[in-house]
């Protein structure tokens, strides 16, 4: 719980932001509530920050396999997820 509250108070207003894209992969059963959809990433890119949901909580997700897919972007390219939740 401490974790997500440092994170939730971290400053980032020295940090410079990052010129690239984000994609975030966020489970459909978060452990905790967070105030923003993307967990403030916007804040620290010029680029955009896409969203696409995991079925599981954030350890339960780490053994969909199709997580290795989304990090290689190989859902993207081949149109594998559907409504943005990878299942």
Not at 32 to 53: M, N, R, S, W
Not at 56 to 61: A, L, S
């Amino acid at each position: 719980y401490n974790h997500f509250v440092a994170v939730q108070d971290y400053d980032i207003s020295s940090l410079p932001r990052l010129k690239s894209s984000i994609t975030l992969l966020k489970p459909t059963f978060p452990i905790a509530p967070f105030t923003e959809e993307d967990y403030g990433l916007h804040k620290v890119t010029e680029g955009k920050v896409q969203i696409h949901y995991v079925e599981g909580n954030h350890i339960t997700i780490m053994d969909n396999d199709k997580i290795i897919s989304a990090i290689n972007e190989e859902w993207i390219e081949d149109n594998k997820i559907e409504d943005n939740i990878i299942q």
